[in-house]
């Protein structure tokens, strides 16, 4: 038995990759080494140095030798890498990279070796360097051909260069069959592949009598029928023609052909003499062609043509046609210098075009520019200047001094008078506008990278001061050309302000100059010398339209904060002095209702002394007022309890907002608390007290006692109601017993029959809703730390209660089987002093209506927004090699468990529906719809007319203020119960 063949697979049972290897005994295929390939590169190296370059790792070197085998042609620099991983098998970014930076990088830094074309596309040895090692070379290749893949030879391919090794008769080879490829192998490497574990093979033996004849040899026609050769032959001769044809369909390209006579050189570009269509000839041509190829064909097209012809790149750009590069070697194939389908071609003598030179190159591209300059017309006898635009073309490379002296030509300003502007994006949707100093004569317009379309602005020193709509509707402030930073003041001071004067004038100013520098500067631009100077002050205007307080005449520009581009309006009023406090002021806690009043006071002056003053401004009289600053959110905030103390004691600064708020404040050491009836939804425990209630409300209404007395608005919940008592003033060092005691002496509760205060329940209120219940009742109040929007919920009820520490009180309400409503609220109190989870909370719920855990579904009420919150024992499953993770906790996020929270319980037994929302629900999330439309609409509306606003409408001094969004604020605490 003779072997004769291997299979080989290398992977697993799921999936690998078989390679055969075949013995060609009978020598039917064409062998080669590749050693012979490997010689090619070796024998170019310098013949002066002993060492290959592969040994070396000298990447010059390699590259040079793949280089002068291509030829003067070239290769595609992203294909250079590719044919490097092929001669050498290194990849380039694996070997050199690191010592030598990318293989681009390293042929631009070798320009006497490479030549870079193609707009750095393809590269090639320089003219001297083809001749290097030239003769050395092995001009002898051999032909790669694959066992029953014969393939015809191309028109252009290089046949004369190469010749067929013909495998000798006394040796036989292996063939490496891997898919579609065939290659041949040595004996010696077919051992190689029989490595790794998972490797699997299956050998192939025949008779060793099974003999050819020699005839056989080399011949794979051998006793193949006549009629079988026919037939292939055909087959062959179909398969070439639809080769050919693919061939011609992949290599042919569309070139269009711009002719040199019927252009003419105008405006930085080519523009055609006559029609677009007159001067464009389009022809097809195989990509492989060489450019003395093309000009015979061009020659062949035009018979009018008569001299030298020259090709040239082209493009089409929004100024015109422009040329970038001239192809000057004839013998370059047209797909090596990176010409495709749809190129553009200009075909003209090389030297001028209709007698004109034509420069050429990236840094001579034609830019369209917008240029916008100042009009001067009259209308009814009114001189008004208008902003016009027109187009003019640049080149990349032309520097803004040049381009001043084109535009003083074209616009009628001088040269000196003319300032230069050039739009600056700060991102994709705001710009602004940059002026050009003398600093940037120099600076061309390819160093500040504007693109066609862009725009410039030219425009006249005189009209500085102007704020004027542009055609395409981007506003100009035109800035001042020796100085960036401006400033636009706004004059509101109206009776000494003439008819004809403009109420903005826009200021130079540097960031050294004094504040009353520029009042002085805008009184006189704006023709105000008989006002009083001291009378009138400058203040910043928000971007909402808002005046600030007065700035400090004697601050400079930086000092003060100014920006360039920021609004000031000159006030009537005195400039504020170091002493003294600009102070906003409002009456009431809405403060988005209640207008917004100033007043400028002295530092050194009692907190009652500037309560005085702040009354005498609003027209009110009496001694039950107090003041207070306003929160981060613009709320009525801390309290100024300590009268006698000084503005500048009490850390009130310039430009706050403080709040006259009713009611005297107690003495030192006292509370004032507002105390509320608290009412909760109708059950079977507080039916009887329904009845009495009302008898509170008649009281109510008959001492003319209402709820809206210290500027409240009654919240309508949607199980609670409140109904206000009165104030109490009462120790801090007393106790919660005693508060119950001096609550049950209001006139309204003294017709109940209380019988203990164990039976009165103290909610502690914030924003009139109850959030906890107030325990320990020999606790000080003072410790409670109420803070200043706090109230006291009084709740009467049936047995005395005393709740501890670590109890909690809910709200049960079973759901209605097979309705959208609930059952009365039922209380229940849950001890949370062991487990404050889900799943405790599920427990003592199913204990309270005898039910099994599993048979029953809870879920939290948000009132506030009309929605409910399934409350789950679901845990995240941890790896048992960590510690077990702890439960989560209901008094966190994001349930936020505390007292009096109603919790909807559903009967599964009875109650699949697991949808715990009431029609109510619905009603109340669409009316919160609702109000967040028409909240977002008039934020618009006011958006939208903020910046004419200050303008339009009638100046007020008193203005009212603008609150800030609320933003919620969760602070993680611990447990201080």
């Not at 845990?875 to 007292?899: C, E, F, H, T, W």
């Amino acid at each position: 038995m003779n072997f004769f063949s291997v299979i080989i697979h290398k992977g697993g049972c799921y999936g690998g990759h078989y390679h055969a290897y075949i013995k060609d005994i009978d020598q039917l295929g064409n062998w080669f080494s590749s050693d012979e390939e490997k010689a090619v590169i070796s024998s170019t190296k310098n013949p002066t140095n002993d060492a290959s370059p592969l040994e070396l790792g000298d990447p010059l070197e390699i590259l040079r030798a793949i280089l002068v085998q291509l030829g003067p042609d070239g290769i595609l620099v992203d294909q250079l890498g590719q044919k490097l991983l092929e001669k050498v098998g290194v990849a380039w970014n694996k070997r050199y990279r690191k010592q030598c930076g990318s293989i681009r990088k390293f042929l631009e830094s070798h320009p006497d070796v490479f030549l870079l074309k193609a707009n750095g596309a393809r590269v090639a040895l320089k003219h001297s360097e083809h001749g290097y090692s030239g003769q050395q070379l092995n001009k002898t290749k051999v032909r790669k051909t694959q066992i029953g893949n014969s393939k015809a030879d191309s028109e252009h391919g290089d046949d004369a260069e190469r010749t067929q090794s013909i495998t000798p008769t006394s040796e036989v080879h292996w063939f490496d069959f891997d898919d579609s490829q065939v290659r041949p192998i040595q004996e010696k490497d077919i051992e190689k592949q029989f490595q790794g574990k998972e490797c699997a093979y299956m050998l192939f033996y025949r008779k060793s009598q099974l003999q050819r004849p020699e005839q056989a040899r080399g011949n794979s026609r051998y006793k193949v029928p006549a009629n079988l050769q026919e037939e292939m032959a055909t087959l062959d001769a179909n398969l070439q023609q639809q080769r050919a044809e693919f061939d011609s369909a992949a290599n042919n390209i569309e070139i269009h052909l711009h002719l040199g006579p019927m252009y003419k050189f105008e405006n930085g570009a080519l523009q055609p003499v006559s029609s677009q269509k007159d001067s464009v000839l389009t022809i097809t041509i195989d990509r492989r062609k060489t450019v003395g190829d093309l000009m015979q064909t061009i020659f062949q097209q035009l018979d009018f043509w008569k001299g030298d012809m020259v090709i040239s790149l082209a493009k089409q750009l929004p100024a015109g046609l422009h040329l970038y590069e001239t192809f000057k070697e004839d013998h370059s194939s047209l797909h090596s210098l990176g010409i495709t389908d749809g190129t553009i071609l200009f075909v003209w003598d090389g030297n001028k075009v209709c007698g004109v030179d034509v420069q050429m190159g990236e840094e001579f591209e034609p830019l369209l520019l917008n240029i916008l300059y100042p009009h001067l017309r009259r209308k009814s006898e009114t001189e008004i200047v208008q902003f016009c635009e027109t187009q003019k073309v640049f080149t990349r490379n032309t520097c803004f001094g040049s381009i001043r002296e084109a535009l003083a030509l074209s616009t009628g300003i001088s040269p000196e008078e003319l300032t230069l502007c050039y739009r600056k994006f700060k991102n994709k949707t705001s710009s602004n506008w940059v002026a050009c100093d003398n600093e940037d004569i120099h600076t061309t317009l390819a160093q500040l990278r504007l693109k066609d379309g862009d725009s410039m602005l030219a425009t006249d020193q005189k009209y500085n001061g102007l704020s004027v709509p542009c055609p395409n509707d981007i506003p100009l402030n035109v800035v001042p050309q020796t100085d960036r930073s401006w400033l636009q003041i706004k004059n509101y001071c109206g009776e000494g302000l003439p008819q004809t004067a403009a109420t903005v004038v826009t200021i130079p100013v540097t960031m050294e100059m004094l504040v009353s520098a520029l009042k002085d500067n805008a009184i006189e631009k704006l023709k105000l010398k008989d006002e009083k100077e001291n009378e009138i002050c400058l203040r910043p205007i928000d971007r909402v339209g808002k005046l600030l307080p007065p700035v400090y005449e004697n601050l400079t520009v930086k000092d003060a904060g100014f920006k360039t581009g920021s609004t000031l309006a000159l006030f009537p009023g005195r400039t504020p002095t170091e002493t003294q406090l600009f102070l906003y002021f409002t009456i009431g806690d809405r403060l988005h209702l209640s207008p917004e009043m100033e007043i400028v006071a002295e530092q050194s002056i009692s907190v009652r002394e500037c309560l005085q003053l702040m009354l005498e401004k609003a027209g009110l009289s009496g001694e039950h007022w107090h003041l207070r600053k306003t929160d981060w959110c613009c709320d009525a905030g801390e309290v100024l309890k300590d009268e006698e103390a000084t503005l500048a004691d009490m850390k009130i600064t310039n430009g706050e907002t403080l709040i006259i708020m009713e009611g005297r404040l107690p003495p030192k050491g006292f509370l004032t608390l507002p105390i509320w009836f608290y009412q909760p939804a109708l059950n079977s425990v507080n039916t009887e007290y329904f009845q009495a209630n009302k008898s509170i409300d008649e009281g109510l209404c008959s001492l003319s006692i209402l709820p809206t007395t210290r500027d409240f608005m009654p919240q309508q919940y949607t199980d609670t109601e409140l109904d206000f008592l009165g104030n109490i003033e009462i120790s801090g060092d007393a106790n919660l017993e005693d508060l119950k005691v001096q609550v049950l002496t209001l006139p309204l509760l003294q017709g109940f029959s209380v019988p203990s205060v164990q039976f009165l329940r103290v909610w502690l209120l914030e924003n009139k809703s109850p959030v906890k219940i107030l325990r320990n009742q020999q606790q000080q109040l003072g410790k409670f730390k109420f803070g200043s929007s706090v109230g006291i919920g009084i709740q009467l009820l049936q047995a005395e209660e005393h709740l501890g520490s670590t109890e909690l009180l809910l709200r049960l309400r079973m759901a209605v089987p097979g309705e959208r409503t609930y059952y009365p609220a039922m209380e229940v109190v849950w001890d949370v002093s062991k487990e404050f989870t889900a799943r405790a909370l599920r427990q003592r719920i199913s204990q309270h209506y005898s039910l099994l855990p599993e048979q029953i579904e809870i879920a939290k009420q948000f009132t506030d927004l009309f929605e409910w919150m399934p409350i789950t024992t679901w845990s995240q499953q941890v790896s048992k090699k960590k510690k077990k993770k702890k439960l989560q906790s209901l008094q966190g996020a994001p349930y936020y468990l505390k007292d009096g929270d109603v919790i909807g319980v559903k009967n599964l037994l009875i109650d699949n529906n697991k949808d715990f929302s009431t029609m109510t629900d619905d009603i109340g999330k669409e009316k919160l719809k609702l109000e967040d439309n028409s909240k977002d609409k008039s934020q618009q509306s006011t958006a939208h007319q903020s910046g004419d606003a200050t303008e339009n409408s009638e100046r007020q001094i008193v203005r009212g203020q603008t609150r800030r969004p609320e933003v919620a604020l969760s602070i993680s605490v611990a447990d201080f119960r």
